[in-house]
């Protein structure tokens, strides 16, 4: 197990310095960052003015060595625009990518779990095709257009919920919901099959044989069981939609890691988008790494492979 | 009784939602509400060079001067009286009873500090060429002060009522160190001397500013009307419009026209047009840098200036108040002649044109935009009924820019908002005076320019600025298209005047 970890760690470890290697190169292929910070009316002598200041005129390798050496020691720099220190926005920023990102899934867990349950114990029935048909459209449906949705229904037309801000609990309502509705699909679908396959086991059997209440054996029995692999994959679609968030706080004008990850792209300003993307990836790489050893500790298939 | 239960439940929690979900904007709260895409998070307008904040500008902090929009008059701001003592100096006489938010008074030493602060180089002002033609000020007693010049420079008082804001003497002194070893000025707590006051900055969600209730009697902005003004950042478009339907803001603009004329014929709000000073053009390859030779031939640049319809382009795509231009400037601007060298709208003459260069069946090349990708579609779809065939490159500003720096695009559709300034030095100037954005470094127009830009005579810069400009249209270097307009919608509640220069002054809005 250990050695299954230690390399699983070193993959994760890769992985992370790779994203961010990308992410830094591919900044420079969307334009001059100097001018994307100098602002369409700067003259050309403001633009090599802070190509010099902010050290753009260096060697690509020589800034991503240098920021990679302080990022080691915590320090991400200052942000360009916002005059403040990386590591502050984002800290400041990211409890509320995180709740929204809690509360989606645990809207998603809410809506799957129970369908997923419905689905298995009615095989080929008008519910499971229903919660099928969930799955298809949860799946095609874009997470902008179905925001614009709920924000026309329930902001304009009925007026229930407040549209933008993060001023109350209400206002995490509509973007949880658009947030956690893409990922219901899988939850629901892999709820599904393990229900249909713990059903089938014979301690299930010797269960109902002996009597039980059928509730009983589907929630203390059965549902404990199939969930287990739902528990780790929720795990890794959580770091899916702290990344994710960037088009939903977007729409819904939420002052979050997201938020700030699409004004950083637009203006170019690369301290913060590095950290941001290593931020997002760490947080991804780290969940995933933890997905990946829960399922070991429940399968040692998995580890011994 | 377990259904009705839950109804009662159900009921109990729509309400609760609902009883939450109360606007703060508007009339009743006395807060105008304001949105924009952008997230501002330094409130100073010499470190943030955003259009937020050159409206903030305007309601925050005052300059020595003022332009009155209807009559086009530099009036005193800051100051009580001015005059050119020499080409190269502007004397002032101050006014006496202003004071700052933080309750200092204002007098000589602010506008020393202001002026030597922002004309330094090393200070990293973002807007430097709005300051970089003062050279220094001098105090000549406690409300007395002279700003001088490295140049003539008669667009100066343009720049001192639009983009010189006075801050307190010291102001910068306090701020912050980056980690180079500089000082991090836009960090610094804004201060100034404006109809209102900035109380709370949230980055990437809103700006407080509250009625500045000791703001200078008499003065030409007058006296602010309405409490509380809230800059939110909405980046959505529709989300915006969701919240000014729903009494969450009270005005937006950049509205697109289909929206804009969708919430009109609602009737739920106002609905405006206006003009700004921003232009559209279209600027040629003319010496043939980018590898595409095509429009090195003047007549095949005249072709394509007869091949665009630029008036149905204004009409249909654009607003009633976008206007065709026929100079590379904008009409309202000082010194913008009209009467240049026109290229009507004429499909059949750029045929005629294309085959007299040798081109009967037309070619095909790249077009290169960033800005409203309808209207390059549309120029698009006019050059291919000529024969001519445009591929859009469309591209972020700064990566097209760049390309253009480096010559690599054999035609570009650009704009130009010359920073809200009316004079032609602020877009003429800036790209046809010899540098990277110069497309033909024509050095007959360099000389005009320069000599226009350097005269304080108003009919020597009229002359030389028109000679200039008709060489530009006439030998095509640019194609001038059209003045943008833009949608303003608000609540009905607010009365609110549209302005030109595409600076709202919401000091002067007021309730219904």
């Known amino acids: ?305 | 009784m377990t259904s009705k239960l839950l109804k009662t439940i159900g009921l109990a929690a729509v309400m609760a939602i609902a009883g939450v979900n109360q606007a703060w904007a508007g009339k009743s709260n006395d807060t105008l509400v304001w949105t924009t895409d952008r997230e501002q998070a330094v409130a100073d307008p010499y470190y943030n060079n955003t259009r937020e904040l050159v409206i903030m500008g305007h309601a925050v902090w005052d300059g020595l001067l003022f332009r009155d929009l209807d009559s086009g008059e530099f009036k005193p701001l800051l100051a009580k009286s001015y005059k050119w003592v020499d080409n190269l100096t502007l004397e002032f006489d101050l006014r006496d009873d202003v004071v700052f938010h933080d309750g200092s008074k204002f007098d000589a030493d602010d506008v020393v500090y202001t002026v030597n602060h922002v004309s330094n180089k090393d200070n990293g002002v973002l807007t430097f060429q709005n300051v970089k033609w003062m050279k220094n000020a001098e105090k000549l007693g406690p409300y007395k002060v002279r700003i001088h010049l490295h140049e003539p420079f008669p667009a100066a008082l343009a720049y001192l009522s639009n983009a010189v804001f006075m801050m307190p003497s010291g102001h910068y002194d306090g701020a912050p160190m980056k980690a180079d070893g500089k000082k991090d000025f836009g960090a610094v707590k804004p201060v100034g001397t404006g109809p209102y006051k900035i109380v709370e900055v949230i980055a990437g969600d809103r700006i407080n500013m509250e009625r500045n209730e000791s703001y200078l009697k008499n003065g030409p902005k007058g006296q602010p009307q309405i409490g509380k003004l809230v800059f939110r950042t909405i980046k959505e478009m529709n989300t915006q419009m969701a919240e000014l339907l729903t009494g969450g803001i009270d005005w937006m603009w950049d509205v697109p026209k289909d929206q804009a004329e969708s919430l009109e014929a609602q009737g739920a709000v106002t609905v405006e047009n206006a003009k700004t000073m921003r232009v559209s053009y279209l600027a040629f390859d003319v010496d043939g840098d980018s590898g595409v030779k095509y429009f090195t031939d003047p007549r095949v640049r005249a072709a394509v200036a007869h091949a665009i319809n630029r008036a149905s382009i204004t009409k249909n795509l654009v607003g009633p108040a976008s206007v065709v231009i026929p100079s590379a400037c904008h009409p309202d601007q000082f010194g913008c002649a009209q009467d240049v060298t026109k290229w009507d709208y004429d499909p059949a003459k750029a045929k005629k044109l294309l085959t007299e260069a040798g081109y009967p069946n037309g070619f095909e090349f790249d077009i290169y935009a960033y800005r409203q990708r309808e209207y390059t579609e549309a120029v698009i779809g006019d050059l291919a009924e000529v024969g001519l065939k445009a591929n859009l490159k469309f591209m972020q500003y700064r990566a097209l820019r760049d390309l253009v720096w480096k010559g690599q695009t054999p035609i570009n559709h650009m704009t130009w908002g010359s920073n809200s300034i009316p004079d032609v030095s602020a877009i003429t100037s800036h790209f046809f005076s010899g540098g990277r954005d110069d497309p033909a470094k024509d050095p007959e127009v360099i000389k005009n320019l320069e000599t226009a830009d350097t005269s304080v005579d108003p009919e020597v810069r009229k002359r030389h600025y028109k000679e200039a400009l008709e060489k530009i249209s006439a030998n095509l270097y640019w194609l001038p298209m059209f003045t943008y307009a833009k949608y303003y919608v608000y609540s009905k509640d607010l009365d609110f005047k549209t302005t030109s220069d595409e600076i709202p002054r919401f000091y002067t809005a007021k309730w219904k």
């Not at chain 1, 190509?51 to 991400?76: A, E, H, K, N, T």
């Not at chain 1, 984002?90 to 998603?108: N, Q, Y």
Request: aromatic share 12%.
């Open chain 1, 1 to 305: 197990m250990f050695i299954y970890a230690c390399k699983r760690f070193g993959v994760a470890v890769l992985v992370a310095i790779t994203v961010s290697l990308l992410s830094f190169s591919l900044i420079y292929l969307s334009g001059d960052p100097a001018m994307a910070l100098a602002g369409e009316s700067a003259t050309s002598e403001d633009i090599e003015n802070i190509r010099r200041v902010y050290g753009y005129d260096q060697p690509i390798m020589v800034q991503y060595v240098d920021w990679l050496s302080r990022v080691v020691q915590g320090d991400f720099g200052r942000s360009h625009y916002l005059k403040r220190e990386v590591a502050e926005v984002i800290f400041e920023r990211l409890p509320t990518t995180m709740l929204l990102g809690a509360c989606a899934l645990g809207f998603a867990i809410l809506l799957s779990i129970p369908l997923g349950v419905l689905a298995a114990i009615r095989p080929n029935t008008i519910i499971d095709r229903l919660a099928l048909t969930l799955a298809v459209v949860g799946q095609a449906l874009p997470s902008f257009w179905f925001a614009l949705i709920l924000i026309f229904w329930l902001g304009i037309t009925w007026r229930l919920l407040p549209i933008t801000g993060t001023a109350s609990w209400q206002n995490f309502i509509m973007p949880a919901v658009a947030l956690g509705y893409y990922v219901t699909p899988a939850i629901m679908r892999l709820t599904r099959a393990g229900m249909l396959e713990v059903l089938s086991s014979d301690y299930i059997r010797t269960a109902r044989a002996k009597g039980l209440k059928p509730a009983t054996v589907l929630f203390k029995h059965a549902l404990r069981n199939a969930i287990i692999p739902v528990v780790s994959l929720a795990a890794v679609q959580f770091g899916f939609m702290l990344g994710g968030s960037i088009v939903i706080e977007t729409i819904f004008a939420i002052n979050g890691l997201g938020f700030l990850a699409w004004e950083t792209i637009q203006r170019g300003d690369l301290p913060t988008m590095q950290a941001i993307v290593l931020v997002l990836a760490c947080f991804y790489i780290v969940l995933t790494f933890l997905a990946d050893m829960l399922n070991a500790f429940l399968d040692p298939r998995i580890r011994v492979a």
